[in-house]
């Protein structure tokens, strides 16, 4: 039956502007209104678990988790992954949603009794054709930080059992973690969904600050991976985010420097992490921007922007 296939899991906290989008989308869906959903709200300060009830008073696959007190994401994930009760549980982000012909996808995957299954998002990963994974190597190799976005991790539920995840609480990729943990060996079996599967609700912007998230605890994390994976590995996995960070080159520099989301301050602070991170290539580049004013940056970015 489809409602033990399958559990999706949401971690909110005060997410009141997104969370009803996302129920929304979801119950939208035939397939959606059939299978379990379970909200851990980390102790809201906003209408979060007010919208919640107002759903659940019309559907009854929606489960409501509260906590007294804000433990941090990566216990959320922990609590409302570990509430699952199905075989296979996804771990949404409360801003994000997913398409029909996604959800019809998984589904199929789930009766092949796969460790994982992974999706695609935004085009982020070309070349890779949907098909089975064979080890945490050919994982890390072709994939690397994609398993940062969490929203493209589906986890078999029984795998989750038998991870020590209690030492990646606090770095904020516990999911990221917990996803290489379990595919760490040469006999996992991992799907990966190449179609454009998830997409996000448009926001006011990142709810973090981003460099320090994407550089410093990013790269804390990549410390935490498991020894069977090389050094070399750790490495390529914490410049492949960097890219995604830097997608678009001199117009995410711009635009990352416009909003202060790039201070002078961490910046020439965090020289090695940079070039760590990014390359030296993106290092001269960003130097480069330091010394512009802002008002040309401004401009600089909205003509770049325009040249699209």
């Known amino acids: 039956m489809k409602q033990d296939l399958l559990s999706i899991c949401i971690p909110v906290y005060n997410g009141e502007g997104v969370i009803r989008k996302s ?10 209104r059939r299978i379990p959903i379970i909200v ?4 809201s300060t906003d209408s979060t678990v007010s919208i919640v009830r107002s759903f659940q008073k019309t559907y009854n696959n929606i489960s409501l988790l509260e906590s007294a007190a804000n433990n941090g994401l990566d216990k959320n994930v922990i609590k409302v992954l570990l509430s699952s009760k199905t075989k296979y549980s996804w771990l949404l982000g409360d801003d994000d949603y997913f398409t029909e012909s996604a959800l019809a996808q998984v589904f199929s995957a789930c009766a092949f009794d796969y460790d994982m299954i992974l999706l695609n998002s935004s085009s982020r990963i070309i070349g890779i054709p949907s098909g089975e994974l064979s080890s945490g190597h050919d994982v890390i190799k072709k ?36 996803a290489y943990s379990i595919v760490a060996n040469d006999a996992s079996r991992v799907y990966w969904v190449a179609d454009d599967s998830i997409h996000s609700f448009p926001s006011s912007g990142a709810r973090w600050d981003i460099f320090p998230v994407f550089c410093e605890k990013l790269n804390g994390a990549s410390e935490l991976l498991p020894s069977y994976y090389t050094k070399l590995e750790r490495e390529k996995f914490v410049r492949s ?4 960070i830097l ?9 990352y420097r416009y909003s202060g ?18 390359g030296y290539h993106r290092y001269f580049q960003t130097l480069f921007s330091f010394f ?15 040249s699209e």
């Open 143 to 178: 994939l690397g930080a994609h398993l940062t976005f969490m929203s493209t991790l589906i986890f078999r539920t029984s795998r989750i059992q038998f991870v020590d995840f209690y030492p990646f609480i606090g770095s904020l990729y516990l999911q990221t973690l917990l």
């Open 261 to 278: 989301k790039l201070t002078a301050k961490w910046f020439f602070g965090h020289f090695s992490l940079y070039v760590k991170c990014f």
């Open 241 to 244: 985010h960097g890219r995604y």
């Open 292 to 306: 512009v004013p802002v008002f040309l940056i401004r401009k600089m970015y909205k003509t770049l922007k325009k």
């Open 247 to 255: 997608t678009y080159g001199l117009k995410s520099i711009f635009a």
């Open 40 to 43: 851990s709200d980390n102790c």
């Open 23 to 32: 129920l929304s989308t979801i119950l939208a869906l035939p397939l959606g």
